[in-house]
């Protein structure tokens, strides 16, 4: 066994898991996590919640509460979520401390039928900051069109944000532009600009999932020598983008008052495809100043066989243009597919809500106290 874990946290990145539940908190499972496998941070969504509320152990006490005080399905859904991040962001607590608040986050996720509409959206970051109650707490935006300008006004408040479903090149400069103007607004509103802190969740897996798709519909041997290629080569240019807008002047001036990087995050880590290494979009995508969010299958992986060689995308950026134009000339549109994800991203994300609707809502039902 190698501590591959540990040198990849040595090479400056964050290692946080990408799942939650409430027997994971109970059993002691996040706390080991934490101590012997160099977690150091923890991200939500829908699909997580959906999972560990229908299918979990630990929420029947309080599912009955809830249907004994009458309560709507939404309120009982922020009740039971925000109980396991309140809980999580507890446990997590000596290490946002020990990091000076960068690291030890925990990420809930706004309701993702949202996601196109701004006013509501920061309205419901704002009610989710206030219901977890803890300073290190991140608030999960959408990097959609109605995102963009929620991400600056949230921010601009003071309240940190983990901008989520970033799949494109162009939207990832506009989400870093967002978080800038954002620190702008907290900077003239007198705030602490060192307590804000953000992410942004750059997709890797997805990438390749569907333009190997396209790639294997075409079926020849030019397009199959560019299979599993563009996932790393988009994370790797977002990466150079980051390096660009956190050292040009604009971002200067924010710093010299305080201001944190909003660090890239490699979400959707785990890998689709088996013909793959299981750690590939955790060895390929080693910088400083990264997170990784993986599923526990991938830090498993990583744990027994990942290879952290050291820095892996540092002088990558020719290369990874090279990939990128290749499937561009296969014919298979990089616009046409990342908006594609960006829109199911957002569908997969409600469809799980509306599941975690049904799912509650028959828990409440059974649960509720006879008349009388």
Known sequence: MTDALKRLSEEGVAIWLDD???QRITSGNLAELIDQQHVVGVTTNPSIFQKAISG?????QQVADLAA???TVEEAIRMITTADVRDAADILRPVFDATGGQDGRVSIEVDPRLAHNTKATVAEAKQLAWLVDRPNTLIKIPATKAGLPAITEVIGLGISVNVTLIFSLERYREVMNAYLAGLEKAKARGLDLSKIQSVASFFVSRVDTEIDKRIDALGTDAAKAARGKAGVANARLAYQAYEEVFSDGRWSALENAGAN???PL???TGVKDKAYKPTLYVDDLVAPNTVNTMPE?????TEAQGEITGNTIAGTYQQARADLDAVEALGISYDEVVQLLEDEGVEKFEASWNDL????EAELERLAPSEG
Do not use: D, F, I, N
């Open 20 to 22: 939650l539940s409430r």
């Open 69 to 71: 005080r009458k309560v």
């Open 266 to 268: 490699w979400a959707s």
């Open 297 to 301: 299958a991938t830090l498993e992986a």
């Open 357 to 360: 609707l049904k799912s509650t």
């Open 56 to 60: 979990g152990e630990g929420y029947e």
């Open 261 to 263: 990087k909003q660090r």
